[in-house]
């Protein structure tokens, strides 16, 4: 059993930056790509960026490329979504996702409960 579990989710002012975590637990998942994905109100779950197990691989949205960064350090077990400039359209619940297959949100093994990023002035 994996338990995924996110932290940093705050207010902040737009064009502000925040820092997310996840941190797993009951397993390693060291060989399995992570990745984060967020959900506004009333809209689907979309996809905001992944990494596999190395690091050697990374996507992303094309809405928060050059503005986020994802980061692993599998020594912790913990993946990282350092956002900056955030926008107020980016206002949702963040969720950590482990073995990702693709950037389907219908496709992912391991879901964290979500943590809430509000960007409002």
């Known amino acids: 059993q994996v338990q995924l579990v996110e932290s940093g989710g705050v207010l902040v002012q737009p064009g502000g930056s925040l820092r997310l975590s996840c941190a797993a637990s009951?397993?390693?998942?060291?060989?399995?790509?992570r990745g984060w994905f967020l959900q506004a109100p009333g809209k689907e779950r979309e996809f905001v960026a992944s990494?596999?197990?190395?690091?050697?691989?990374?996507s992303y949205s094309d809405s928060v490329k050059g503005r986020f960064t994802i980061s692993r350090d599998n020594g912790k077990n913990t993946v990282y979504l350092q956002m900056n400039s955030l926008k107020p359209e980016e206002t949702a619940v963040y969720y950590c996702?482990?073995?990702?297959?693709?950037?389907?949100?219908?496709?992912?093994?391991?879901w964290g409960q979500g943590t809430q990023v509000t960007v409002s002035s």
């Open positions: 996702a482990a073995g990702l297959h693709g950037s389907d949100y219908h496709r992912v093994d391991y």
């Open positions: 009951g397993r390693t998942l060291s060989c399995t790509n």
């Open positions: 990494i596999n197990w190395s690091g050697s691989s990374i």
